[in-house]
C-alpha cells in the first residue's frame, strides 16, 4: 500500500500537501520505492533481453547469463538510483542556495527521489515512441527542474543576519 500511496503523491507533484506527505516518509522507504518503480518501469526490458538472448548459447551459459542478469541487474538499479538521486540532489542544493531558502540536503534527497517519477515515466513512454534521446533527456531535466524549483519555494527563506 505504500508503494502506490507514494506513487499517486509523486504524481500529484508540486502540489505543497503532496509534498510535505512524502517528506514523512523514511529514507528507507524512499529508496525501496525508487527500486520498485524502477523494477516496474524497465521489466519490459528485462523480459524482452530473456527472450530474446541468442540461441547458440549453450544451457549452462544460458542458465548463467540469467542468473547473473536476475541478480546483476537489481544491484546496478540500485547502484544508478543511489548515485543519480544524489546527483540531481547536489542540483537542487545548488537551486536552493540560490533561492536562499531553508532546506537540509535529506530533504532534498528524498524530494529529488520523489519529484523524479513522472519525469522518469514520459522518458520510458518516449523510448518505446522511438523520440531521440536528446529530447527525450530535455524533457526530463525540464520538468525534473520545474518540480524542484516549485517544491523549494514553498520552504521558508533563510534568515538573514542584520
Do not use: C
Request: hydrophobic residues 55%; aromatic residues 12%.
Amino acid at each position: 500500500m505504500g508503494f502506490f500511496n507514494s506513487l499517486v503523491n509523486s504524481l500529484r507533484l508540486p502540489k505543497k500537501e503532496a509534498m510535505f506527505h512524502l517528506n514523512r516518509k523514511g529514507i528507507t522507504n524512499t529508496i525501496l520505492y525508487l527500486f520498485l518503480l524502477l523494477l516496474i518501469l524497465f521489466m519490459p526490458d528485462m523480459i524482452a533481453t530473456v527472450i530474446h538472448m541468442e540461441s547458440n548459447l549453450t544451457e549452462v551459459s544460458r542458465g548463467r547469463y540469467i542468473i547473473q542478469f536476475l541478480v546483476f541487474y537489481p544491484l546496478l538499479i540500485v547502484f544508478l538510483i543511489l548515485v543519480g538521486v544524489s546527483v540531481l540532489a547536489g542540483g537542487g542544493l545548488l537551486m536552493r542556495k540560490a533561492l536562499g531558502r531553508k532546506l537540509a540536503y535529506q530533504q532534498l534527497w528524498k524530494l529529488t527521489a520523489y519529484a523524479t517519477t513522472l519525469p522518469l515515466i514520459l522518458s520510458v513512454i518516449l523510448k518505446y515512441l522511438t523520440v531521440p534521446d536528446g529530447i527525450s533527456a530535455l524533457i526530463f531535466i525540464s520538468i525534473f527542474a520545474f518540480f524542484m524549483y516549485r517544491m523549494i519555494v514553498v520552504y521558508p527563506r533563510v534568515p538573514t543576519k542584520t
